[in-house]
C-alpha cells in the first residue's frame, strides 16, 4: 500500500488546504465529521491506483467536491439509513461516490447499490490498492 501512496503523491506529514471544499459543500447543505476534514487534509487531491496486477482494477480519487457536489440528498439519506453523518471523500473506481462516516466507515454507492471498502480508511485504501478474499462487500440498497 505505501508504494501505491508514494506513487499518487504522498508523503508523511502531507497536508492541503480544504477550506474551499468546506465552504462549496456547505453551501450546498453538507455536513461534516472530523474524519472526513482529517483525511482531505492529508490525503485531499491524490489518485490511489491498485497495481496493474490486481483484477479488478481499483482506485480512490480523494475529492470531495468533483465527486459529491451534487449529492447532499443522497448523503442524507446515508445518515438516516445508518445513524451517522457521512461526509463526502470522492470517487471510487472513477465512477462510484465514496463516504467516510463520522466512525471511519467508507462506503461508495452506486444505482441501488452500497459497497463497503472499510471499516476505517486504512481498511479502505488497502482494500482499494490489494483487494481481498473477505466477503462480499457489496448490499442492495434501493433506497439510493
Request: net charge negative; aromatic share 12%; with cysteine.
Amino acid at each position: 500500500m505505501w508504494e501505491a501512496l508514494r506513487a499518487a503523491g504522498w508523503r508523511a506529514g502531507r497536508r492541503i488546504e480544504t477550506e474551499t471544499w468546506t465552504q462549496r459543500l456547505v453551501a450546498v447543505g453538507f455536513e461534516f465529521n472530523d474524519v472526513a476534514i482529517a483525511v482531505w487534509a492529508e490525503f485531499g487531491e491524490l489518485t490511489i491506483k491498485s497495481p496493474p496486477a490486481r483484477a479488478p482494477s481499483s482506485s480512490l480519487h480523494l475529492d470531495p467536491v468533483d465527486a459529491c457536489i451534487d449529492a447532499s440528498a443522497e448523503a442524507q439519506r446515508l445518515r438516516r439509513r445508518y445513524g451517522e453523518n457521512y461526509s463526502p471523500l470522492g470517487m471510487w473506481s472513477i465512477q462510484y461516490r465514496s463516504y467516510v462516516a463520522a466512525s471511519g466507515r467508507v462506503i461508495a454507492v452506486g444505482p441501488g447499490f452500497l459497497w463497503q471498502l472499510g471499516t476505517s480508511f486504512a481498511e479502505a485504501l488497502s482494500y482499494v490498492v490489494d483487494g481481498d478474499g473477505g466477503p462480499d462487500r457489496t448490499e442492495r440498497a434501493p433506497w439510493l
